[in-house]
């Protein structure tokens, strides 16, 4: 599957960039900031592990790393918590999970979903650092006991999202993008 952007600039597939794939990763990071800020009330409760899992599924790495560093920098700003201490965790954990995302393609469903049930707690687990030096707290456990309700809330919806979504949501990004090509 090849992206085009500008037929000067290629990218790590060889695919080339062009203002159609320029203007697809904007409205795919559109769709990755707007879910959050409408799900935020909800905490932990996101569908930003599935769509960076469906990206990965159909665009390449180039155009995933663009993305995620968009939406990090974007949900920073708009959480207004532009500080490098919580933006580096953050941007590791999502651009670590399109990279696994990108290796488990084509493989069986349940994969899926137990990875996504696993960054639940990865990511989590990747702001103790940050959390311990900002609260001013330099034990573990008593962070990660307070912490675990909500990394077991995003873990069991990662897990549920992905299982009820990420085939309809892969076929259907991926017919829009054949769709596309055909006209």
Do not use: C
Request: aromatic content about 12%.
């Amino acid at each position: 599957m090849a992206l085009y952007i500008n037929s000067s600039m290629k990218l790590i597939n060889n695919s080339k960039i062009t203002i159609r794939s320029i203007t697809l990763t904007a409205m795919l990071l559109a769709i990755l900031v707007v879910q959050e800020e409408v799900l935020v009330i909800i905490p932990n409760v996101q569908l930003t592990t599935l769509l960076i899992m469906v990206y990965a599924a159909i665009l390449p790495m180039s155009l995933l790393v663009i993305l995620v560093s968009g939406y990090v920098l974007l949900d920073s700003l708009l959480m207004a918590s532009l500080n490098p201490i919580y933006m580096i965790p953050m941007l590791v954990s999502w651009l670590l999970l399109a990279i696994f995302s990108k290796k488990l393609k084509n493989k069986q469903l349940w994969v899926y979903v137990v990875f996504g049930f696993l960054f639940g707690f990865l990511y989590g687990w990747s702001f103790i650092p940050s959390k311990m030096l900002t609260l001013d707290v330099f034990y573990v456990w008593p962070y990660l006991i307070s912490d675990l309700p909500f990394e077991v809330i995003m873990a069991v919806t990662n897990a549920i999202f992905i299982l009820l979504l990420y085939k309809p949501l892969v076929a259907l990004l991926q017919s829009l993008l054949d769709r596309d090509k055909s006209v």
